[in-house]
C-alpha cells in the first residue's frame, strides 16, 4: 500500500495511532493537532509546531524570491500558534540545499525569516544546515507560549455555536491562479495585492491572541486546508457537525475579480481555496456582536459568521443561495492527493 | 559566491552574523551552538535542537533500513542533549516523502523513531508531513530541559584542563567504510559492530547527564564532526588552544582492524572520522581518576584522555607517537565541501 493510497489524514491517523501509548509527562496536547502544548511546569504552557517546505511541491525559485520564500515559512508557523492565542518564541531552521546555491539567496532567505519573525516578536535561535543534490527543503520549528486558562483548542466547539473567519479567504487563492496564468488581466493594483497574499500571508497574530484573551471564543483553527477543510478538523475534534451559508460567505471584490478572469467559481475558491491563514473560530451567537466589533476596533480586521455547528457529528452541509442544503464537494488540500 | 565556496562553517557565521541583534527575551544561547537553551520562566531551561537528513547525503535506504533510519535521526539529536547534560522530553517530526512510498516504510521509520525516543525518556509530539517530487527529508527538532545549575556549555574550557572522550571514536568511520567496500573481509562479529556503530550510533545520553551533575566538568561537546572538527568548536568558543597525544588516543580493536584491510589510517578515522556520538569534555586534571571511574561504575562506559586545552587561542596541535608536534590535516566534516 502506498502512501498517495491513504493519503495524508489517513497517514497522520496511522502515525498518530501508532504513536498513541507514549509515556513522556507534560503533554497537554500532542500528535493530531498542528501544535503540540507543553507543559513545562513553568507559569505558561509551551506551544510547538513546525511547518517543511519542498522546493517543486509547495514553491518554485520562479515564482517566490528568497526573501519571500523566507516571510512565508515563518508566517505559516506563526498562524499556528496564532491559532491557539498564543505568543510565538524562538524558532529552529532547517535548511538543505545544493552547494552550489549562491549565498545571497541564503542571505535574502535569512533576511525574510527574521523580518517576519521579529514582527511576531520571535528570534531564531538555532538550526541545522545541511547539502542536497537538487532542490531545497526548509523546516521552520517556531515554540511560542500561552497561559493555560487562555489556551484555545479545535476540540471544544459547541452545538449551536456560531462560526466565524478573519478577513477574505480565497485570496491566497486568487493569488496563486494568478501565478499559473500569468496572462490574466487584472487591475495592477489587484494582481499586486492577490500576489502578495499568496506570497507573503500575513498570518492573524494580534487577532488570536485578542479572541483568546476575550474568553470569548471555543475553538479555533487557522486557515491552511481550507475553510471547509480547516472546519472539518474543528468539526472531528470536536465530535460535532456544521452548517455553511453560501449566502453569508465574505467574497472581497479582489476574489471575485479574479475568478471571474479565470473562468472559475469564487466560492469555490472560498471555502476550499487553502493556505489562506485567516483564523476560523467558533462562539456563542450572543457574543458574535462583540467580538466583530473588538476585532475591528483594535486590529482593523473584520470577520464574518459564516454557519453554525450542529449536533450531527462529523457532517458537514453548505446551504446555497437558493436555500438547498448540499455537501461540501472539495476535501481541503492532502499533499499526497 | 557559492555555499560551497564559504563551506558550512562559513555559512553558519555569516548567519549568526545575519541573526545577531534579536530580542527576543529569554534566550541563554542562539545560534552558534548545537543546542539553544531557553529560559521559559520554569524551573529548568529549555533545550531545543534539529537535525535535517537528507536521502543521498546522510543515507540511501539501499544502507540503512526505514527502522534505522528512524533511531539514527533520534539518536543523533539525543546525542546533542546529552552534550548539554539535559534530559530529552518531546518531538516534533518533519517528514517530506514521494506519494508512492510504501505506507510500510512510514511505519518502520516511525516505529525506530518511537523506539529510540522512548529509549531518551523522550515522546513525539507532533509535526508535519508533505509529499516530495522524489528522495526524502526527514527534519527531527527535539526539546529537553535541565536544570539551569547543571547545563554544561562547549564555551568554558579553561587552560589546563584535561581533554576527555567517552569510549571508541572511529568506530562509526569504520562502519561506512564496510558499507562502502563491503568485499571488505572481517571477522562477522566486528563487521555486524561496526555497521551498527555507524547506522544505529547509541548517543551517551546517561554519561552525558551524569558528567554534568559531577558538576565536575568545564565545557562539554557530542562528536559529529570528527575529534579533531568538534574540539576545534569548543576552543574557538572558549578562546583556547589543545594539545592531542596521539599515543593516549582510544583505538579499538575494531577499528583497528577495519582501518588495516581498508589499507586506511586507524588515527585519521579516530580523530576526524566523525558522526561518533562520543561525548568530548574538558575537566581539572585532578578530577580525571574519579570521573573515569564513576563513568565505569555507573554506566559501563571507558572515557581516555587524550590530552590539554593550552592557552594558545586558536591553536590545535597533535603530538605524535615520535614526540613531533604537527598540526592536524583534517578540519572535520564540512557539509558543503
Redesign the interface.
Known amino acids: ?6 493519503g ?1 489524514f489517513g ?2 491517523g ?2 498518530a495511532a ?2 498513541s501509548g ?3 509527562a ?2 497537554v496536547r ?2 493530531g ?4 502544548v ?1 507543559d ?5 504552557y ?1 506551544l ?7 522546493e ?3 514553491f518554485t525559485r520562479r515564482a517566490i524570491t528568497a526573501y519571500q520564500l523566507g516571510r512565508r515559512v515563518v508566517a505559516i508557523n506563526v498562524s499556528d500558534i496564532a491559532s491557539m492565542g498564543g505568543y510565538p ?2 524558532a ?1 531552521v ?11 539567496y ?2 535574502e532567505l ?2 525574510g525569516m ?1 523580518e517576519q ?2 514582527l511576531a ?13 537538487s ?1 531545497m ?1 526548509l ?1 521552520f ?1 517556531l ?1 511560542g ?1 500561552i497561559a493555560p486558562e487562555l489556551l484555545v483548542l479545535r476540540s471544544t466547539a459547541r452545538t449551536g455555536d456560531s462560526i466565524l473567519i478573519t478577513g477574505s479567504p480565497g485570496e491566497s487563492r486568487a493569488g496563486l491562479e494568478l501565478i499559473r496564468q500569468p496572462h490574466l488581466e487584472l487591475n495592477p493594483e489587484i494582481n499586486r495585492k492577490l500576489l502578495e497574499r499568496h506570497l507573503c500571508p500575513q498570518p492573524r497574530l494580534a487577532e488570536g491572541q485578542l479572541l483568546a484573551r476575550s474568553r470569548q471564543i471555543s475553538a479555533m483553527i487557522d486557515v491552511s486546508d481550507g475553510v471547509i477543510g480547516d472546519l472539518a478538523h474543528i468539526c472531528e475534534s470536536s465530535g460535532k457537525g456544521a452548517e455553511i451559508e453560501v449566502a453569508n460567505l465574505p467574497v472581497s471584490r479582489e476574489v471575485s475579480e479574479a475568478a471571474l478572469a479565470a473562468g472559475a467559481d469564487s466560492i469555490d475558491w472560498v471555502l476550499s481555496g487553502g493556505e489562506d491563514y485567516e483564523l476560523l473560530f467558533t462562539a456563542r451567537p450572543q457574543a458574535v456582536p462583540e467580538l466583530k466589533k473588538m476585532l475591528m476596533d483594535e486590529t482593523g480586521t473584520s470577520c464574518t459568521q459564516i454557519g453554525s455547528i450542529t449536533d450531527e457529528t462529523g457532517e458537514m452541509w453548505v446551504r446555497l443561495a437558493d436555500g438547498r442544503r448540499v455537501r461540501p464537494s472539495a476535501e481541503g488540500w492532502d ?2 492527493a
Chains 1, 2 share one sequence.
Do not use: K
Open positions: 500500500m502506498l502512501v498517495n493510497q491513504i495524508e497517514l497522520i496511522r502515525i501508532m504513536l507514549q509515556t513522556t507534560g503533554v500532542g500528535i493537532d498542528d501544535v503540540a507543553l513545562t511546569s513553568g507559569p505558561e509551551l510547538a509546531t513546525c511547518d517543511i517546505q519542498i517543486g511541491v509547495h518564541r524562538w529552529l532547517s535548511l538543505a540545499i545544493p552547494g552550489n546555491t549562491e549565498v545571497a541564503v542571505d535569512y533576511r527574521r519573525a521579529a516578536g520571535a528570534s531564531i535561535v538555532g538550526g541545522n544546515l545541511s547539502g542536497m543534490e532542490g527543503a523546516d520549528t515554540l507560549v499533499h499526497f
